[in-house]
Every structure is written in structure tokens, then in C-alpha cells.
Nanobody
Framework: QVQVVESGGGLVQPGGSTRLSCAAS????????IGWFRQAPGKEREGVSC????????NYVDSVKGRFTISRDSATNTVTLLMTNLKPEDTAVYYC?????????????????WGQGTQVTVSS
């Protein structure tokens, strides 16, 4: 059974950092891409970052480039999103999801299994 579970986040001050983890079970990361998405109140869910299955190719939405880093650990079957220099506009519920063809994509429609989400609030 394919499943992903997010952890991490919480309340962070502007300019601070935090790390989100996506624990995968029921599949191996080498065959799936993992994407991170976020949804702020009143806004549509947007793709933030992704990492491909086979070669670990990554991609980021422009608003987080240079601040967020996605990585994966095959030994623990976990994908991590390191978020630095956080801004209030990064406040959202963050979700990880699986893309079954291993292709890094920032489009919601390409993903099938989703986690329950974890809240990140950037505020002083």
C-alpha cells in the first residue's frame, strides 16, 4: 500500500529555517517522483519542489529557488525539504505526494497519493 506521511514544520520566525520530511512506504523512491506542494488559506495548492525517481533531478517554483532544497535518502525512503530564509508568504499547509512515473513535476494532476499535510507558519 503506497503511503506518504509528512512531518516537521510548525511556527518559524521570518528569516528562519525548518525541515519537512516525507516518509514513504509501500514503494521505493527509485521508481517514483516525490513532490512537495503547499496551500495557503484562500489560495490554490501550488507545486513547490519535486525530485525525480531514477536520477534525482530536482525542480523548484521560482518563489523558493535559492531558499529551499529537496533531497532524498534511499536508505530510509524519506524525502526532505529544507526551507531557509523563510518569509511570511511561505505560510501554508505543505503536502508531499507521489508521481507514479518517476517524473519530477510541479503539477497537482500528475500526483496520485497524498499525505495529510503539515502546517508551516512564518510569523514573528
Amino acid at each position: 500500500q503506497v503511503q506518504v506521511v509528512e512531518s516537521g514544520g510548525g511556527l518559524v520566525q521570518p528569516g528562519g529555517s525548518t525541515r519537512l520530511s516525507c516518509a514513504a512506504s509501500g514503494f521505493t523512491l527509485a521508481y517514483y517522483a516525490i513532490g512537495w506542494f503547499r496551500q495557503a488559506p484562500g489560495k490554490e495548492r501550488e507545486g513547490v519542489s519535486c525530485i525525480s525517481g531514477e536520477d534525482g533531478t530536482t525542480n523548484y517554483v521560482d518563489s523558493v529557488k535559492g531558499r529551499f532544497t529537496i533531497s532524498r535518502d534511499s536508505a530510509t525512503n524519506t524525502v526532505t525539504l529544507l526551507m531557509t530564509n523563510l518569509k511570511p508568504e511561505d505560510t501554508a499547509v505543505y503536502y508531499c505526494a507521489t508521481e507514479p512515473f518517476g517524473t519530477c513535476s510541479l503539477f497537482n494532476k500528475d500526483y496520485d497519493y497524498w499525505g495529510q499535510g503539515t502546517q508551516v507558519t512564518v510569523s514573528s
